[in-house]
């Protein structure tokens, strides 16, 4: 069974930064896509980034463009995301997933989650 676990998250000023982790239990899972996406309270999950881990494609929501960066470690089995200027809008859940098909930005086409780690921006 894959398992996928988040680290990284907590509280940050506005224009802070933050990197989250999320590792991932086996290597056959470098051949996956791997999301990363966000929650607030009473709002939908929205896609955030996602990578190709074997091919180092990556793809971004606009509202996080030019701040967030998605990278992998493949002698990690890891993904990273890495969020700089912070805003009180980013507040959120991360979560991380993996799906293992072709880049998606919908939540219900991923097939492993994360537990999520909670990213706090004050303003």
């Known amino acids: 069974q894959v398992q996928l676990v988040e680290s990284g998250g907590g509280l940050v000023q506005a224009g802070g930064s933050l990197r989250l982790s999320c590792a991932a239990s086996?290597?056959?899972?470098?051949?996956?896509?791997m999301g990363w996406f966000r929650q607030a309270p009473g709002k939908e999950r929205e896609f955030v980034a996602a990578?190709?881990?074997?091919?180092?494609?990556?793809d971004y929501a606009d509202s996080v463009k030019g701040r967030f960066t998605i990278s992998s470690d493949n002698a990690k089995n890891t993904v990273y995301l890495q969020m700089n200027s912070l805003t009180p809008e980013d507040t959120a859940v991360y979560y991380c997933?993996?799906?293992?098909?072709?880049?998606?930005?919908?939540?219900?086409?991923?097939?492993?989650w994360g537990q999520g780690t909670q990213v706090t921006v004050s303003s």
């Open positions: 990578i190709s881990w074997s091919g180092g494609s990556t």
């Open positions: 086996e290597r056959a899972f470098r051949s996956y896509v």
């Open positions: 997933a993996g799906r293992s098909s072709t880049m998606r930005k919908v939540a219900g086409a991923y097939d492993y």
